[in-house]
């Protein structure tokens, strides 16, 4: 399959196209490229977790799209209605974080939120996530269009809870209080 455009040929191809790697030798040739080409080895470009109080399932929250060589991930949460507005939220994000920045080295957090959730906003901000931008009519939900609101947060922007417990993770990732 192709694409083209006048003179100009854009072939569908894959990662392992023998032609492209001799042509791509340099490292200056490839710096903006993605790190799918730096990095070809699998690395795990997400990581889920179940949140769990005394056994019994709260929700889930997770980095995606994690970016080893920019050092950065994007956040996703979500809590069953019957646990909303209890602190969980909070505490599993407040969690996450530090095991992003203080376990895994990421520098750079990032959330997607719909505009239609005012309380996932809420939250973000709370744990020190700043409005970026905007992705006007970004999201296609139930007939409507709805903005996709930007949030990040640095590593050097973070600040703790100063009554929370400080989580430690095993390789397994299972917590250790």
């Known amino acids: 399959m192709y ?10 191809t894959n990662e392992n196209d023998e032609e492209l790697k001799r042509l ?10 993605s790190e799918v080409r730096l990095y070809p080895e699998k690395m795990p470009n997400k990581q889920i977790f ?18 080893w060589y920019n050092r950065k991930a994007q956040v996703s949460i979500f809590i069953a209605q019957s646990f909303q507005g209890q602190g969980y939220g909070k505490k599993a994000l407040h969690t996450l974080i530090q095991y992003a920045f203080n376990t ?26 700043q409005k970026e931008g905007c992705l006007r ?13 930007c949030y990040g947060l ?24």
Not at 24 to 33: A, E, G, R
Not at 50 to 67: A, Q, V
Not at 167 to 172: K, N
């Open 50 to 67: 179940r949140i769990e109080e005394e056994n019994m399932l709260i929700g889930e929250i997770s980095l995606r799209t994690i970016k």
């Open 137 to 149: 009519k970004a999201k296609y939900f139930d007939g409507s269009y709805y903005d996709i609101l």
């Open 104 to 129: 895994i080295n990421l520098e750079r957090l990032e959330a997607e939120i719909v505009a239609f959730n005012p309380h996932s906003e809420k939250l973000f901000i709370s744990c020190g996530f």
């Open 3 to 12: 694409v083209h455009s006048e003179n100009l040929k854009l072939f569908a």
């Open 154 to 177: 640095l590593r050097e922007e973070y600040k703790p809870p100063e009554k929370a417990a400080h989580p430690h993770f095993t390789p397994s990732g299972e917590t250790i209080r």
């Open 24 to 33: 791509i030798t340099d490292y200056s040739d490839i710096s903006p490229l």
